[in-house]
């Protein structure tokens, strides 16, 4: 059975102060890594895919890295409105029909 | 571009009552999932829909039916709802079976079961 643990469970955090969320996962075969954020009230929005170890992806302040066994949301200087749940999530390589496997998410919180 | 609607936003049922939620894709995609998110909780998979039929379906009793539409838009049904049911209901668009995981959510149902 395909699992995804996030850590911590809630951050907070001084605007500017940069730190990293942390996404270990077991699955039968990756066929991708997804980040999204989530505001409340809202669903889920999507932020990046990661596909095989070593790969990097970045935006804005966000930049997602991926190992065999984990990926990394490293956030730089944050800002009060990048305050939000990060989700992580998985693809088997069984392919889409299984849908995605999610985390519990990590609720982070930028203060001014 | 039209994003992913959700109808209602909120619904209150009792338990044992039946529900049907509403959902109506982003212009161009021709896949619809259904997730639940219970409080603290990420989306759990419930069932995807490609081109009217389902594709593929996650761990959720047969209470739990779809249905899509020629214009891809979707329906989840609920019947005899148990106190459990109560969580957000989230539909999710995409491209090409879910092969592509981008996913366009709308903002969920959120729904009570008293």
């Known amino acids: 059975e395909d699992q995804v643990t996030q850590s911590p469970e809630a951050l907070r955090l001084q605007e500017g102060e940069s730190s990293s969320l942390n996404c270990s996962y077991t699955v039968s075969g990756l066929r991708g890594l997804f980040w999204y954020r989530q505001d409340p009230g809202k669903g889920p929005e999507f932020l990046f895919t990661l596909y095989s170890a070593g790969e990097e992806k970045e935006k804005e302040r966000l930049k997602a890295t991926l190992t065999k066994k984990e990926s990394f949301l490293h956030i730089t200087a944050p800002k009060p409105e990048d305050s939000a749940t990060y989700l992580c999530a998985v693809q088997a390589s069984g392919g889409g029909a299984d849908g995605l496997t999610f985390g519990k998410g990590t609720h982070l919180i930028i203060q001014p | 571009e039209t994003g992913v609607t959700q109808s209602p936003t909120h619904l209150i049922k009792t338990r044992g009552q039946q529900v049907t939620l509403r959902c109506s894709s982003q212009s161009g995609h021709n896949t619809v999932s259904w997730y639940q998110q219970a409080l603290g909780q990420g989306p759990q998979f419930i069932f995807q829909y490609y081109r009217e039929e389902e594709n593929g379906r996650g761990n959720f009793p047969p209470r739990f039916s779809g249905l899509q539409f020629p214009n891809y838009s979707s329906e989840l049904n609920v019947n005899a709802l148990e106190l459990d049911d109560s969580a957000l209901y989230l539909c999710?668009?995409?491209?090409?079976?879910?092969?592509?995981?981008?996913?366009?959510f709308g903002s969920g149902t959120q729904l009570s079961v008293l």
């Open positions: 999710a668009s995409s491209q090409n079976r879910g092969l592509d995981e981008k996913l366009f």
